[in-house]
């Protein structure tokens, strides 16, 4: 099959899902919503001393980030398994990671994205220091796809039972942990004025064999939830 | 020409719940024939529709189509694949032309306005472009078998794909499968109620209800 039709396939999965987003317009608002509540719910809970929160900072963006994410990624598969479109993709002369490629790249547009776009206002509120910025927003932008490319092997383990959410996020929970120490780590550098090109190289490497292994894996995961 | 045994099924066993629906079950089906699969409520139709669509293995035993495996070349069967289940992939929240649009772009069929005058012979004029889920059950199912107008598939699987439909779209879908059969093609499908258009080449399998 021509390369073009590839394209054709990967875009029309992709769109069809970013579309339902935004006729469904909670699954974008929600998970900006609650990373907006939780990093203004800090301030009132520890106090509002600027250094203390400055300190805090990484930790509280890159915790709320993570929570976020968690909070759509069981619909990520769940109406396509409930309607049958998942059997459709099966049944697809094209390899099932590919689609799989477009809706992980569509979760990550509307819910990590925002995230990424809004992280410099919610870092204002949380005094974080303007050099500490630039690697906010940047682990964010490497790291938010890392965590919507792990969440959805849990989530494609976990769509054909009933009540799958708390089991994925048991499944998925320990895999986030290294993103959010190199993540934080790296704001943490920045903010001392040190390079933190290490930690961003670690999660870029992170994400590189995300993007390779993981539509495999969550392909497999999912025919294994279809049959 | 006619190419004998488009399908094979070779001494299928399916198991569930440890209850057996059916053990060594063997068939054929040449280009040009229909199988129509009758059986009680939980004799295991759907099961075998899945397991021939290759999205359940069998416990034992292989499907061949063209005289390869189905699970060795799985791309190169769905490419001649149509499977419709009771699930029939239809989003309630696109539109008609929609979903039509996304199902045609999966399963690397060209996209064209064809796809509109088809909704519209399928009695779905000026309903293209709401969703899907405001459309009654039978409207919703005439949406999904557009693609029995617009696929190149040569092995038809179908669910009973006669659920909602009234007595019109009945017809009109059996025309189809005449014209899928005359092109060579084959179809398996499951139904309830006994065909209304006369084929020529319909085999009929029972299953039981097995203890």
Same mark, same amino acid.
């Given at each position: 099959m021509a390369q073009h039709s590839y394209w054709q396939l990967f875009s029309s999965v992709y769109s069809k899902d970013v579309t339902l987003a935004f006729r469904q317009r909670s699954e974008i608002v929600n998970p900006l919503l609650f990373f907006l509540i939780v990093i203004t719910l800090f301030p009132l809970a520890i106090g509002p001393e600027p250094a203390l929160l400055a300190r805090m900072a990484p930790g509280i963006i890159w915790v709320a980030a993570l929570l976020s994410t968690m909070l759509g990624l069981d619909k990520i598969f769940r109406d396509d398994f409930n309607d049958g479109s998942l059997e459709q993709l099966i049944a697809s002369p094209y390899p099932l990671s590919l689609s799989v490629l477009a809706k992980v790249s569509a979760h990550w547009t509307t819910t990590g994205l925002p995230m990424v776009i809004m992280a410099p206002v919610f870092a204002l509120l949380m005094n974080l220091e303007a050099q500490a910025l630039g690697a906010t927003v940047l682990t964010l932008l490497i790291g938010t796809p890392l965590l919507s490319f792990i969440g959805a092997i849990g989530a494609a383990l976990t769509?054909?039972?009933?009540?799958?959410g708390i089991l994925m996020s048991l499944l998925v929970l320990p895999l986030y942990i290294p993103v959010l120490i190199f993540a934080t780590s790296a704001i943490d550098t920045s903010s001392m004025a040190l390079a933190y090109g290490g930690q961003l190289a670690i999660l870029g490497a992170m994400l590189a064999i995300a993007c390779v292994c993981a539509p495999i894996a969550i392909s497999s995961a999912l025919k294994v939830s279809v049959s | 020409m006619r190419i004998t045994n488009l399908l094979e099924i070779k001494s299928v066993t399916c198991t569930k719940q440890e209850r057996? /629906?059916?053990?060594s079950l063997s068939f054929s089906l040449e280009a040009g024939q229909i199988m129509q699969i009758e059986g009680p409520n939980g004799a295991g139709k759907t099961s075998l529709l899945r397991i021939i669509a290759g999205f359940a293995r069998p416990d034992e035993g292989e499907i061949f189509f063209d005289k390869k495996s189905i699970r060795q070349y799985y791309d190169e069967f769905a490419a001649q694949l149509l499977f419709i289940g009771h699930k029939t992939g239809v989003n309630g929240q696109l539109s008609a032309y929609e979903n039509v649009c996304h199902w045609l772009c999966v399963h690397g069929c060209k996209v064209d306005k064809q796809a509109y005058d088809l909704l519209a012979d399928l009695g779905l004029v000026g309903l293209e472009d709401v969703p899907v889920r405001t459309l009654s059950a039978g409207q919703q199912r005439r949406v999904a078998l557009v693609r029995l107008w617009l696929n190149n598939a040569r092995l038809w699987i179908l669910d009973e794909?006669?659920?909602? /439909?009234?007595k019109k779209g009945v017809a009109l879908l059996q025309a189809q499968f005449k014209k899928h059969l005359e092109q060579g093609g084959a179809i398996l499908l499951t139904t309830h109620q006994d065909l209304t258009t006369h084929f020529d080449e319909l085999k009929t399998l029972v299953l039981e209800y097995q203890f």
């Open positions: 769509v054909g039972l009933q009540k799958g | 057996c /629906l059916f053990e794909p006669f659920t909602a /439909l009234d």
